[in-house]
């Protein structure tokens, strides 16, 4: 089992360009989640989804938009990137409210 | 107020040493407790799930105190690879709520 991968693993952008990350999982988890980390923030919740098909808003959404078409894939869009947008981008997926799995991380800097 | 916190340390401590940290929350309703191990540009990994009972695993015991809102991790003999940040996580609505992390030191 490869677990939780994502795609890419680091991109540099320009203000006001687009881009998707990828987020998969093979646990065939229900629960699905997309954090940012920047220093002294912590992890930071953009965005979850608690089965294929929906959708919710966490503690930073705005900016970002979300896709859950599979029940195996969480795909996180920015639209017009902005530097504010720098940071590293973590994937996570549970079975439930319990243990959550992350992938390795996206380092993304906006220029 | 964060809805979990921690003391962002650091915490430098010799090799052999114990230390304990310390996590409070604030969501009463919360169920479900862990800590999470967070190593230098690497994603969080459990650690270890906190029990009501208390828990051990090897060097690491984990105990939460329900009534005033409490969870701590005591490593004891500390190691060189036990360097890292140290996560306190509690459950929220559908969600974790993570604490921004304890960063914890070994020197040789």
């Known amino acids: 089992n490869a677990g939780v991968t994502q795609t890419p693993k680091f991109r540099v952008l320009k203000t006001g360009q687009s881009m998707t990350l990828l987020c998969a999982q093979d646990?065939?988890?229900?629960?699905m989640y997309w954090y940012r980390q920047d220093p002294g923030m912590g992890l930071r919740l953009i965005h979850y989804s608690v089965g294929e098909g929906t959708t919710a808003k966490g503690e930073v959404p705005d900016g970002y938009n979300v896709s859950r078409l599979k029940k195996q894939n969480f795909l996180l869009g920015l639209e017009s990137a902005a530097p504010s947008q720098t940071s590293v981008y973590f994937c996570?997926?549970?079975?439930?409210?319990?243990?959550?799995?992350f992938g390795p991380g996206t380092r993304l800097l906006v220029l | 107020r964060k809805e979990v916190e921690q003391d962002p340390g650091p915490f430098n401590v010799p090799e052999g040493a114990t230390v304990a940290f310390n996590c409070t929350y604030s969501?009463?309703?919360?169920?479900?407790f862990f800590w999470y191990r967070q190593d230098c540009r690497k994603e969080p990994k459990l650690l270890m799930s906190v029990y009501s009972s208390g828990n051990e695993d090897g060097r690491f015991t984990a105990q939460l105190n329900r009534a005033s809102q409490y969870i701590s991790l005591l490593i004891r003999d500390s190691k060189l690879s036990d360097s890292a940040t140290y996560l306190c996580v509690a459950t929220g609505f559908q969600k974790l709520v993570f604490g921004t992390g304890t960063r914890l030191l070994v020197s040789p």
């Open positions: 996570a997926s549970s079975r439930g409210q319990e243990t959550q799995y």
């Open positions: 646990m065939n988890h229900e629960y």
């Open positions: 969501n009463s309703a919360s169920q479900s």
